[in-house]
């Protein structure tokens, strides 16, 4: 049997978007109408993995709750640290440090923001928790709720992406893409069947 990976982006926190990395924000209501409506009244999953963050965490455990799924928490799930970033939306360190968001988005890897965490540690970080979860749960659906960084990491490993082109990939908020690894065929082995929707009816 292939084995089912759906990645949910959390919804909209409290305070709008701006950079969060591992700042503690809940989902504000409409983050959370977000999330129940990508979701809807199905659970196809065999269990849930979240990352601790609250704007992941407390979906993942209403949906656990709700539906009896097991839950497992993550730290590797987290969303990368901005350092001195956190806190403040793209405009503002856009107009602050204009060369600095520029080198950041062309080469994440050498221009990481002042006090974050290290690109590369963050890649190894999110692919050794896939790695796991694929050695762990071969053959099961499960849903992974997490951040848009983490999103991207999973998604660009899983298509053989250069690490400096991950900010090509877009991930609306309570966005879902499924990802199937093993299947007959070569082509099925390991794919990207949809991204950044809601679950298909």
Known sequence: MPTLIDLIRHG?????HRYRG????PLSEKGWSQMRAAVGEDCPWDRIMSSPLKRCAEFAHELSQRYGRPLQLDERLKEISFGAWEGST????????????????????RHTPPGAEPFLDFRDRVIAAWEELLNRHGGEHVLVVAHAGTMRMMIRYVLGMPLETVFRIHVPNAGISRIQVGGEGPRERLQLLFHGANLPA
């Open 12 to 16: 909209e926190p409290v305070g709008g």
């Open 22 to 25: 591992h700042r503690d924000d």
């Open 90 to 109: 793209a405009a503002e360190v856009r107009e602050r440090e204009p060369e600095a968001f520029r080198r950041f988005y062309e080469d994440p890897v």
